[in-house]
């Protein structure tokens, strides 16, 4: 199966923190961690996702780097992009962003 990113508008969602970032593990036996390929350790973070109509999922999110987030936090996921997998008859999306920002209130007090 061909990997093509899908990028995801976040625009009208709203992505809250829910478990702390940690690093990626490509093998539990072992405790090896996922690098990138500039050698940067791969985190995971655990999100809600809420759209406009009130539905939610979890989902997990990939990024390179320790992200200065932390549970209860809403976020900005920046370039967030979806790639579909396929492995033994199951499949699923996995989540990539290039930054995991918290959300800034910006009106006037």
Same mark, same amino acid.
């Given at each position: 199966?061909?990997?093509?990113?899908? !990028?995801?508008?976040?625009?009208?969602?709203?992505?809250?923190?829910?478990? $702390? !970032?940690?690093?990626?593990?490509?093998?539990?036996?072992? %405790?090896?961690?996922?690098?990138?390929?500039?050698?940067?350790?791969?985190?995971?973070?655990?999100?809600? +996702?809420?759209? =406009?109509?009130?539905?939610?999922?979890?989902?997990?999110? %990939?990024? $390179?780097?320790?992200?200065?987030?932390?549970?209860?936090?809403?976020?900005?996921?920046?370039?967030?992009? %979806?790639? +579909?997998? =396929?492995?033994?008859?199951?499949?699923?999306?996995?989540?990539?962003?290039?930054?995991?920002? !918290? $959300?800034? =209130?910006?009106?006037?007090?």
């Amino acid at each position: 199966m061909r990997t093509i990113p899908i !990028p995801v508008d976040t625009r009208k969602l709203t992505i809250t923190c829910v478990k $702390a !970032p940690r690093p990626r593990l490509l093998n539990k036996d072992t %405790g090896e961690i996922k690098t990138d390929k500039n050698g940067n350790t791969v985190y995971e973070v655990t999100v809600s +996702v809420e759209d =406009e109509s009130g539905r939610i999922e979890l989902v997990r999110i %990939g990024i $390179a780097g320790e992200p200065s987030i932390t549970p209860g936090d809403q976020i900005n996921a920046v370039d967030l992009v %979806g790639y +579909v997998w =396929e492995m033994s008859g199951r499949w699923g999306i996995s989540y990539r962003a290039s930054a995991l920002l !918290p $959300a800034r =209130e910006t009106a006037d007090a």
